[in-house]
């Protein structure tokens, strides 16, 4: 396994936002090439591998970012994106180990952010809720991946404690042609300012597609229009700059 980056930045550009990124992990087959994570992360989940996925990544993460901030601390504000199962967040063993892992390598919790999908958060709401509030107390934030892939999204998004909505890539990465996927990023955005969440929009492929979640007033993109994925041994402060 390893560890990958990806960009996440204001739609309309803050020289005071510090960095956002999202860790991703990759696998390398035996001849040392990238396997995507659509090939390997399914296999992970239905032999009950996650919460082990989960606790690698965190373990590597946060070591990675300890050993950074050592040696070469950050010039402003810092926010690193963690992708949690929703096996993991059901597990009271992997909160303390999540709490433990922080303490160990003297992380500030306001510098992590756990992603968690929609579909996971569902499926054991009480848990969830329970697990994010947690966290929360200590000063992590979380975002709900892959807003709007649910039927039930606007309902049950008044009882998560979560500080960002990732808006689903399936309607942003046509909304510059297409006018119901346009509305739907507006729709979810507006109801993230109402409660107060901001929202982030994925799959953000081009120059028109900032453009268009400009006006609308999304907060933050990600995507191959905005920074490729990139290995996180690379990420300094030059790659900051250029990105």
């Known amino acids: 396994l390893v560890l990958y980056y990806q ?24 001849e040392g090439k990238l396997v995507p994570p659509n090939r390997f992360l399914p296999a992970a989940e239905r032999y009950g591998l996650a919460p082990s996925l989960d606790r690698w990544v965190i373990a590597h993460s946060f070591l990675w970012y300890a050993e950074r901030s050592d040696s070469q601390p950050a010039p402003g504000p810092v926010c690193m994106s963690v992708n949690l199962s929703g096996a993991s967040i059901s597990d009271e063993r992997f909160l303390k180990f999540i709490i433990g892992a922080m303490r160990y390598h003297d992380i500030p919790p306001e510098a992590i952010c756990f992603e968690i999908t929609e579909t996971a958060a569902i499926a054991n709401l009480e848990a969830a809720i329970e697990f994010m509030l947690e966290l929360k107390g200590m000063g992590c934030s979380f975002a709900l991946d892959d807003f709007g892939s649910g039927l039930s999204s606007f309902a049950y998004l008044k009882h998560l404690p979560v500080d960002y909505l990732k808006i689903d890539g399936s309607f942003v990465k046509n909304m510059d042609t297409d006018v119901l996927d346009c509305e739907m990023v507006r729709s979810i955005h507006q109801i993230g300012s109402v409660i107060g969440i901001k929202t982030i929009a994925e799959f953000v492929e081009n120059d028109e597609i900032r453009k ?13 229009g905005i920074a490729k994925p990139a290995p996180l041994a690379d990420l300094t402060a030059a790659s900051k700059q250029s990105a």
């Open 7 to 30: 960009d996440i930045v204001p739609v309309i550009p803050d020289n005071e936002a510090g960095h956002h990124f999202e860790i991703l992990v990759r696998m390398l087959d035996e």
């Open 212 to 224: 268009k979640l400009a006006d609308i007033g999304v907060d933050y993109a990600q995507g191959y």
